[in-house]
């Protein structure tokens, strides 16, 4: 399970990293992010570019354009439902607190037995 939240700031991504460990209640440590629930980590954008999309070539288009990507990935035995709460709440936050913020991707644990 992880999510992935795009974000664009006008600051470096340690900033970004400050940010949102002010916004989560958590940790910076340069550009990662612990919090009780989750470990994030501030990249850029164009890492990202087309992955998480499904290959439409218009989410493609709209992710580019921004600047930052946070990857974010539960603690421990996080419950599905509270890690999607906090991100979603992380996500509302971040739009609060100036950050143009969009939801990338989501997913459910994947079956290592299909790998």
């Known amino acids: 399970m992880y999510a992935i939240i795009h974000l664009d700031a006008a600051m470096d991504k340690t900033a970004v990293a400050r940010a949102v460990a002010g916004i989560a209640g958590g940790l910076a440590a340069g550009e990662t992010v612990v919090t009780e629930w989750a470990e994030m980590l501030v990249t850029d954008g164009e890492e990202f570019a087309g992955l998480e999309s499904g290959g439409s070539e218009d989410a493609d288009r709209t992710f580019r354009h921004y600047r930052y990507c946070l990857e974010i990935e539960p603690l421990g ?11 979603a709440s992380l996500l509302a936050e971040l739009r609060e607190a100036g950050f143009r913020a969009a939801v990338g991707s989501a997913a459910e644990p994947r079956d290592e037995s299909e790998a």
């Open 77 to 87: 035995n996080v419950d599905a439902l509270v890690f999607k709460a906090n991100v």
